[in-house]
């Protein structure tokens, strides 16, 4: 029996014995596996499922497109992703269905499932690493760095990391001191019957906050909860800020002011509303200035002569921002 | 009854067989061949592992999941002298519904102690405590002086039905957008989690009420009957309805505890079997088990293979296989009957 | 004190303890009303005992009573001398077989699978004795005139029809005489109120039969059959013995001659009649006058 995979590790199969007793012949199988998946040994892995889509993303930056061998639901950015084979929802993965695509490595952030499909895979020899994800701009670089790191490519990492860091200062720089900060509201699947709010801890808090905007609902919610309309007309905000999915599906503007208590805020008053590309708004991924651009234009804390230098500092990924506006 | 054994017998092997990644029949079976301690021979080691550990715990927790659905769903229709009675009626799904959703909502929060003791197998645990805790409250309601009617079982189900629907929805409203997806996905049932732990702790719950509900038979016939004409033919009522209860609840708990929601089954197997086989439940009973085993494998094996590498939730194709046989049958007999 | 007491008492039954079915003082009390009240009543073997009363007259709930079914809060019910609460289900079924007035049952079995489940007492898994079982629900069928309904579907039945495959069913459940001829019970719940005229007397006229232990199947059975009817010239006719409830008592008990006087009859149902003596044969016939 071979058993010179580093990748194997001897406390998970002991606990799974204990649990299981056929796990063990089952491994024994499976060590017999690993060889034949990880053929290329230390070479970086040349199969790639992403089951997220800032991570499909993060990928696609590093330039490893061409190493893509599926994706999920929710990679939606750059469009080529749609050549590519679809696992599914990612809270609903199938074991088999992802081992059909050969991977070696398989990308996943805390929210992927189920965990025992998670662990078939395990089993079935294939690399599966879980990418921490926290919407702070020091999340996305250790997002892109861990990325990088399992497909040797530093210094593209540092290359892009560097990029999101110079956008975000211009955009900053070009903002200058906006004493005054927009209140903003997001509503996410408004008029869907399961109205969402954004709180803190989510990407469109941070980005909000980063185009010199302040979310109305930081304080009070955590993540995104169902919002009352009388607690949309309490937090007073003076934008609204939806999806253009959202927006467009509601029926346009004057469908979303027909809500007497979202008409009735500053932002209703004003008719100010930001309509943003949801995947490019959320994601939370390389296009980050991108994203915080396009925001501050819609806020108006940046003018829109600004945005072409912050557009131009990002590589090829960020000029084919498909945004409207 | 023959017929029923090699339809689950044959639906059995294509489910071993086939599957979104491709294995020679060769490989097939020496892979089973090697398992039943025959010399293997070459096979390509991941085609043995998708194989050992992943299709064949997958069937055997379809077939188990399936039979025991059915068999409860049977069991429950003659307790409750209505063909159109299901487990649900006891409140078993319900309650499972709400420890789930519990579970999936507020794991990370208000039962973040919960979760962070159970791990991994806090839903089905929950679950599977939450279906049984439910259907004992649902009997202890309908019972008064020792006495239970199947009239006011089926009220007090109603009623603990509804308020677990209040619950589970006031959990769904509080629900995050990706919480509302996990929830969504779990009420529409998935065998993906079929590994051999889960299979085993399954088949342990599974197997009592699927072997001792077939020899409730006669009792199920004489219950058809009416409470009072079975009391005269010498059942013990009450204690009889205990048992049949207590076993479809522990069938269904399971079920529900390693797949998830999965309807339809419970409810149209054993219809479907009454149409073509006549109300006997000595037929009956070990009849749906069979069919419900087959049935969910087939469903299964949709499931699996039409959108890889997706995979549909299973209760969509158990009501889109089981749903335009049932209504072809119910035509034709309407036909015959009348 | 009631009348009818004077002709007979009711405790006064026609066999020695052991070989009846028999209410001692029974009394049954719901919701704060009185159901019935010091019933003493005692049926023997080889008679047809008919119970007779007004809608509400506690005729049902006296024969859940006997048959089990209802615990009395008064009094008690012995079955071949031992309380009803005391035998087992399963013991007791193969002692006394009732025919409800309705059943719930909606499924669809075949008339012979119904007759069937009378054996369900009787279960042995072997089978020989599921072939026996078999044999016997096809001849319980054809006792109670149903033969030709075996294969029809009970759900497809008239009314009539599931009557005397039910009566098929409790025949079945005692088919055989127990070890040592050990006294039987026959507990019929108005099984006469969907049949048409001739399946009325064929039914009763069986019964009577199987009580009096003549007819094609002789068996060597102790057997003892209550029936509670409305008609009260039926029960004149087939009735060995004849009671009244009125209000939950027993008003009285004798031959059908001794109870069914006019004045007796107005009594227990607010009816005048007139007893004339039925022109063929030994029992009285009673007409109803106009009111």
């Given at each position: 029996m071979k058993n010179d995979l580093p990748r194997n590790d001897p406390s998970y199969r002991a606990r799974l014995t204990r649990t299981f007793p056929l796990v063990d012949t089952l491994l024994a199988v499976l060590l017999a596996v690993g060889p034949a998946t990880l053929?290329?040994?230390?070479?970086?892995?040349?199969?790639?499922?992403?089951?997220?889509?800032?991570?499909?993303?993060?990928?696609?930056?590093?330039?490893?497109?061409?190493?893509?061998?599926?994706?999920?639901?929710?990679?939606?950015?750059?469009?080529?992703?749609?050549?590519?084979?679809?696992?599914?929802?990612?809270?609903?993965?199938?074991?088999?269905?992802?081992?059909?695509?050969?991977?070696?490595?398989?990308?996943?952030?805390?929210?992927?499932g189920p965990p025992e499909v998670l662990e078939q895979i395990r089993l079935a020899g294939v690399q599966t690493r879980m990418i921490p994800d926290a919407p702070t701009v020091e999340g996305l670089h250790a997002k892109i760095d861990a990325v990088a790191d399992l497909l040797g490519a530093t210094e593209a990492a540092a290359e892009v990391n560097e990029g999101i860091d110079q956008a975000l200062a211009e955009v900053a720089a070009a903002m200058g001191d906006h004493a005054d900060r927009p209140r903003v509201l997001f509503l996410l699947h408004k008029g869907s019957g399961n109205d969402m709010a954004a709180g803190r801890n989510t990407a469109a808090d941070t980005v909000i906050r980063l185009a010199g905007g302040e979310n109305v609902l930081h304080d009070a919610i955590d993540g995104y909860k169902p919002l009352s309309t009388e607690a949309a007309l309490a937090a007073a905000p003076e934008v609204i800020l939806l999806t253009e999915r959202n927006f467009d599906s509601l029926g346009g503007l004057d469908a979303l002011l027909a809500d007497p208590a979202l008409a009735n805020t500053p932002a209703g008053r004003d008719q100010r509303v930001v309509v943003m590309d949801g995947p490019l708004l959320l994601a939370f991924g390389p296009r980050l200035g991108d994203a915080v651009a396009e925001l501050a234009r819609g806020l108006g804390t940046l003018p829109p002569v600004a945005v072409d230098t912050a557009e131009a500092d990002l590589d090829g990924t960020a000029g084919r921002t498909g945004s409207a506006d | 009854m023959l017929a029923l054994v090699s339809l689950v017998l044959i639906v059995a092997l294509l489910s071993i067989a086939i599957g979104p990644v491709t294995i020679p029949p060769a490989d097939v079976l020496r892979a089973l061949g090697g398992l039943a301690g025959l010399p293997a021979g070459e096979i390509a080691p991941q085609h043995e592992a998708v194989i050992l550990s992943i299709r064949l715990p997958r069937t055997v927790l379809g077939l188990l999941v399936g039979a025991g659905l059915a068999v409860a769903g049977a069991a429950m229709q003659g307790l409750f002298r209505n063909p159109l009675a299901d487990p649900s009626l006891i409140g078993v799904s319900a309650g499972a519904a709400l420890a789930a959703v519990s579970v999936i909502v507020l794991g990370a929060s208000g039962l973040a102690g919960v979760t962070a003791f159970l791990g991994?197998?806090?839903?089905?645990?929950?679950?599977?405590?939450?279906?049984?805790?439910?259907?004992?409250?649902?009997?202890?309601?309908?019972?008064?002086?020792?006495?239970?009617?199947?009239?006011?079982?089926?009220?007090?189900?109603?009623?603990?039905?509804?308020?677990?629907?209040?619950?589970?929805?006031?959990?769904?409203?509080?629900?995050?957008?990706?919480?509302?997806?996990?929830?969504?996905?779990?009420?529409?049932?998935?065998?993906?989690?079929?590994?051999?732990?889960?299979?085993?702790?399954?088949?342990?719950?599974?197997?009592?009420?699927?072997?001792?509900?077939?020899?409730?038979?006669?009792?199920?016939?004489?219950?058809?009957?009416?409470?009072?004409?079975?009391?005269?033919?010498?059942?013990?009522?009450?204690?009889?309805?205990?048992?049949?209860?207590?076993?479809?609840?522990l069938a269904v708990g399971a079920a529900v505890a390693v797949s998830g929601i999965i309807g339809f089954v419970g409810l149209v197997v054993p219809h479907l079997l009454r149409l073509a086989l006549g109300p006997d439940h000595g037929f009956l009973l070990p009849g749906s088990a069979l069919l419900g085993g087959a049935l969910l494998l087939l469903a299964d094996l949709l499931a699996r293979t039409l959108v890889t590498p997706a995979e549909l939730p299973i209760g969509i194709l158990t009501a889109l296989l089981g749903g335009p046989f049932f209504l072809a049958l119910l035509l034709r007999w309407r036909r015959t009957a009348l | 004190m009631i009348s009818g007491r004077q002709i007979q008492p009711a405790a006064t039954g026609p066999a020695s303890v052991t070989n009846t079915l028999r209410a001692v003082g029974i009394g049954v009390q719901r919701g704060g009303r009185s159901l019935l009240a010091e019933v003493d009543l005692a049926l023997g073997t080889?008679?047809?005992?008919?119970?007779?009363?007004?809608?509400?007259?506690?005729?049902?709930?006296?024969?859940?009573c006997l048959a089990g079914e209802l615990g009395a809060d008064q009094g008690q019910v012995l079955l071949n001398g031992r309380e009803l609460?005391?035998?087992?289900?399963?013991?007791?079924?193969?002692?006394?077989?009732?025919?409800?007035?309705?059943?719930?049952?909606?499924?669809?079995?075949?008339?012979?699978?119904?007759?069937?489940?009378?054996?369900?007492?009787?279960?042995?898994?072997?089978?020989?004795?599921?072939?026996?079982?078999?044999?016997?629900?096809?001849?319980?069928?054809?006792?109670?005139?149903?033969?030709?309904?075996?294969?029809?579907?009970?759900?497809?039945?008239?009314?009539?029809?599931?009557?005397?495959?039910?009566?098929?069913?409790?025949?079945?459940?005692?088919?055989?005489?127990?070890?040592?001829?050990?006294?039987?019970?026959?507990?019929?719940d108005e099984p006469t109120a969907s049949l048409d005229l001739a399946h009325q007397h064929g039914v009763l006229a069986l019964v009577r039969r199987w009580a009096h232990r003549l007819g094609r199947r002789p068996v060597a059975r102790r057997l003892g059959v209550l029936v509670v009817l409305h008609d009260l010239n039926l029960a004149a006719q087939y009735g060995d013995r004849v009671a009244i409830l009125k209000q939950g008592r027993l008003l009285a008990s004798g031959t059908p001659a001794e109870v069914l006087q006019p004045e007796q009859i107005q009594t227990a149902f607010g009816l005048p009649v007139r007893v004339i003596p039925h022109p063929d044969s030994e029992c009285p016939l009673i007409i109803p006058r106009s009111m």
């Open positions: 053929a290329f040994g230390d070479e970086t892995p040349q199969r790639i499922v992403s089951v997220d889509g800032a991570l499909t993303e993060i990928v696609y930056a590093l330039d490893g497109a061409d190493r893509l061998a599926g994706v999920d639901t929710s990679s939606l950015y750059p469009p080529d992703t749609e050549d590519l084979p679809k696992v599914g929802y990612k809270r609903a993965l199938s074991a088999e269905g992802l081992l059909s695509l050969t991977p070696d490595l398989v990308l996943v952030t805390d929210d992927a | 991994p197998f806090s839903l089905p645990i929950a679950a599977f405590a939450g279906g049984l805790v439910t259907t004992l409250l649902v009997y202890r309601l309908a019972s008064s002086e020792g006495r239970t009617s199947v009239t006011t079982l089926l009220l007090a189900g109603i009623a603990i039905n509804a308020l677990c629907g209040a619950g589970t929805g006031l959990l769904t409203y509080l629900a995050d957008d990706q919480q509302l997806r996990t929830l969504t996905f779990w009420s529409m049932g998935s065998l993906g989690g079929a590994t051999w732990p889960a299979v085993g702790s399954a088949a342990l719950m599974i197997a009592l009420p699927l072997l001792a509900l077939p020899l409730l038979a006669r009792t199920l016939n004489a219950l058809l009957l009416g409470e009072a004409e079975a009391g005269h033919l010498g059942i013990a009522v009450q204690q009889m309805q205990r048992i049949i209860v207590a076993l479809a609840a | 080889g008679e047809v005992l008919v119970l007779l009363g007004a809608n509400g007259a506690g005729k049902s709930t006296l024969m859940k609460h005391r035998w087992r289900a399963l013991e007791l079924a193969r002692r006394r077989a009732v025919l409800p007035q309705a059943s719930p049952l909606s499924f669809p079995f075949t008339a012979l699978e119904v007759a069937r489940m009378g054996r369900i007492p009787h279960g042995g898994a072997r089978a020989s004795s599921e072939a026996d079982d078999l044999t016997i629900a096809a001849e319980a069928l054809a006792a109670a005139e149903a033969e030709h309904l075996a294969e029809r579907r009970y759900t497809t039945l008239s009314g009539g029809e599931r009557q005397r495959v039910h009566l098929a069913r409790v025949l079945a459940q005692l088919w055989e005489p127990l070890p040592g001829d050990e006294p039987q019970w026959l507990l019929l």
